[in-house]
């Protein structure tokens, strides 16, 4: 049995100048433990920390999000496409919060080293500069250093390792993850919500979402505090005495 958290908890979207704050999140559902839990509220309260961090350039904090996309019109066998062949592609989609960057790309697949080429690319590209990027995402097994090293040399998959520092989220916490709310809102406003397209639909519709925040500066200021957490999932966490 599961407790279903209906609506995320209270956040706003300050794009720009900050006077549009939308909310198209509050469809979707996330699950809670339904009993006391220290293993959840530990790893809650871990992230709940890094959003609570003041802004740091040098040290950015990243949520990560990767989605398996339905996909219509794939190629069959003769090499042609087929407007009723269903395939599915992966999207990954990067947010930094506070300094308002985004970053959303199509892969083949989700496999290790599909997510260790995206994490060079968050490194060497996104954030160049950065001594180190904190990076925030679900506990899946391709989700660590074992993945850089399955797709570069020792000495590359060194030199990336050393630029990330890893926090992961508790399970059934994607309510945490603001690049998993940025992809459900992309998908709503660009209208893919609930149907299958084609790559180059989903292409288009990423590359035009990701202009859009960019360009706005899209910034996400989390309200959500640790001190709400102990007092609004107080049931979550073990009674000590």
Known sequence: MKMVLETPVDQEYAQGTGESRPRPHGCV?????S?????YVAVLE??????????????????????????????GRAGELDPGRVGACSVFAFVEPLGGRHRFCVGERSTATDWARQIKELVDVMYPEAEKVILVMNNRNIHAPSSLYKAFPPQEASRIWEK??????????????????????????QGLEGRKATREEVRRALAAWE???????????????????????ASLYPNVG
């Open 164 to 189: 990330l520092e890893l926090h992961y989220l508790p399970k059934g916490g994607g309510w945490l993850n603001l690049a998993e709310m940025e992809l459900y809102a992309m998908m709503h406003q």
């Open 211 to 233: 202009e859009e925040r960019n360009h706005r500066g899209g910034k996400v200021k989390w309200l959500f505090k640790i001190l709400d957490a102990r007092t609004k999932l």
């Open 35 to 39: 009993e006391a839990e220290g293993e």
């Open 29 to 33: 559902s996330w699950c809670l433990p």
């Open 46 to 75: 871990d992230v709940l920390d890094l959003y609570e961090m003041p802004y740091n350039p040098a040290r950015p904090v990243v949520c990560m999000n990767e989605k398996s996309w339905p996909l219509l019109g794939e190629k």
